[in-house]
């Protein structure tokens, strides 16, 4: 009889998410992610399989908690252009913060790149999913007359989810959530 696992998955993932956004796969050793999320080698291969699976699993739970707090976000306000705001605010003052300056998924696109078809797999999905949201929004932002008649949708989707990754990979540079901000405003400006 298969003795029940002592611990909870998820509270696993969530100590092994700050180990690879800190120091990516390949930089992480099995060790420290073992201490990190307080599990036994055992636990770990038996549940996740190896590194490689726990890798996978822990991203997979990071960015489909980052994309949902986005969405989350973004219709958070009936006006479609205060919910743009709200995203990219909500971002500057995130990544800005010491605690959050590392993201696993921006990572993960640094580390990979497209040479990793699993790890591709899940960033892409991650990137379709926001970025439709983000067209539904700017058209709705376009239609409500709060951002200019020219304004291409698609153009302006693609722009905001570049803004998030800058923001991201800047605040982990180390710039302030204040000068982040500034980066935030100056792009919503650009819709107008």
Request: one cysteine or more; hydrophobic letters at 40%; charged letters at 25%.
């Amino acid at each position: 009889m298969a003795r029940p696992k002592a611990f909870d998955r998820e509270t696993a993932l969530e100590g092994a998410i700050p180990v690879f956004s800190d120091l990516g796969y390949d930089g992480t050793s099995t060790e420290v992610l073992l201490q990190a999320m307080g599990i036994s080698r055992q636990s770990m291969y038996d549940t996740f399989g190896d590194k490689r699976g726990l890798y996978l699993a822990a991203l997979q739970h990071y960015i489909a908690d980052n994309v949902a707090e986005h969405i989350r976000v973004l219709n958070s306000t009936p006006s479609p252009l205060r919910g743009l705001e709200a995203m990219l605010e909500a971002m500057a003052s995130k990544a800005g913060s010491p605690a959050e300056s590392a993201c696993l998924g921006i990572g993960a696109v640094c580390e990979f790149g497209r040479s990793d078809d699993e790890v591709s797999l899940l960033t892409d999905t991650a990137a379709r999913t926001l970025l439709s949201t983000l067209e539904r929004r700017v058209t709705e932002a376009k239609t409500a007359g709060e951002i200019g008649r020219d304004v291409d949708v698609r153009t302006a989707a693609q722009f905001l989810s570049a803004t998030l990754s800058a923001l991201k990979i800047s605040a982990r540079g180390g710039a302030t959530a204040d000068a982040l901000r500034g980066v935030a405003r100056m792009a919503l400006r650009s819709l107008r």
